[in-house]
């Protein structure tokens, strides 16, 4: 009789401080045959604070196609592995992915055990809007591709997010500070739950002089948050017949040239037009 195919555990670890975890957490370390981790000595330090004996394997960006397809064939024998990453929960900016979708298309299952998350515990500790925001994962490294990155959100009505390390800390916000006004709100959270955890909230400009200024803002991992951008309500001062001829010319044209067009077929007024098919494209 063949064997029932084994589960799949994705457990949240701690992000810094070791009793942020779950009892469900400890106990699913506990019983699965497998751990497959980010950094086995990583994790080793958690699993034996907690007398977690369970035998581990490496799952991580430089073997994770071939690991995966292995801890699959584990799985259709019966075994059950959880997958952790070297803090917080798995996946997020973190290898994992492709395990899960191969377990998920194969038709096992795949038991989410939540816990500590660098980005929620920002987010909830920030005092920028939260109902709606976006996770962006880490910025570009290249000055150049930051700036392009920055430059498709600065006009993002919503809440938006990046993980940053300790050795582009400075010159993300330096880059920041070009594209972004200056007086954006945004958050820098640093080595949270750690002994050293710091939530600052102020603006971009007060940010980066800070970071400039202090050596200690410039170590440790970043959760940086972002206000988003407060839009006029042109949609009360833009006709819906306006609006209706806007978004035919800016499926022709450049959109400098759709605004220009409906300025003189509309009468209507350049500013708010333009804010309007900013407004537009953002949604596209």
């Known amino acids: 009789m063949a064997n029932q195919c084994g589960k799949l555990y994705v457990v949240a670890t701690p992000i810094g401080n070791l009793g942020d975890i779950s009892f469900r957490a400890i106990e699913t370390l506990k019983q699965v045959d497998l751990i497959a981790a980010e950094d086995t000595r990583h994790v080793g330090l958690l699993l034996s604070h907690y007398g977690i004996s369970n035998k581990k394997v490496s799952l991580h960006q430089h073997n994770e196609d071939k690991a995966s397809l292995m801890l699959l064939e584990k799985l259709r024998e019966g075994l059950s592995i959880a997958l952790v990453s070297d803090a917080g929960t798995p996946l997020l900016s973190d290898p994992g992915m492709p395990l899960v979708k191969l377990v998920k298309d194969a038709g096992l299952d795949v038991v989410p055990i939540p816990g500590a998350c660098a980005l929620i515990a920002a987010l909830s500790a920030a005092g920028l809007p939260v109902s709606q925001f976006t996770f962006e994962g880490f910025a570009p490294r290249t000055s150049s591709a930051r700036k392009a990155f920055f430059s498709e959100r600065v006009l993002s009505p919503v809440t938006w997010v990046i993980y940053e390390s300790s050795h582009r800390i400075l010159a993300c916000l330096e880059d920041m500070a070009a594209v972004l006004p200056l007086d954006r709100e945004i958050v820098i959270a640093r080595e949270l739950t ?49 609006l209706r001829v806007l978004g035919i010319l800016l499926k022709e044209c450049p959109l400098k040239t759709a ?26």
């Open 194 to 242: 750690k002994l050293h955890e710091t939530i600052v909230k102020t603006n971009l400009a007060d940010a980066l002089a800070l970071v400039a200024r202090e050596e200690n803002m410039r170590k440790g991992e970043f959760v940086v948050i972002v206000d988003g951008a407060v839009l006029e309500k042109t949609e009360q001062e833009v006709s819906p017949e306006q």
């Open 259 to 284: 605004v220009a067009l409906a300025v003189q077929i509309t009468g209507g007024r350049k500013k708010l037009l333009y804010q309007a098919a900013l407004a537009m494209q953002e949604t596209q």
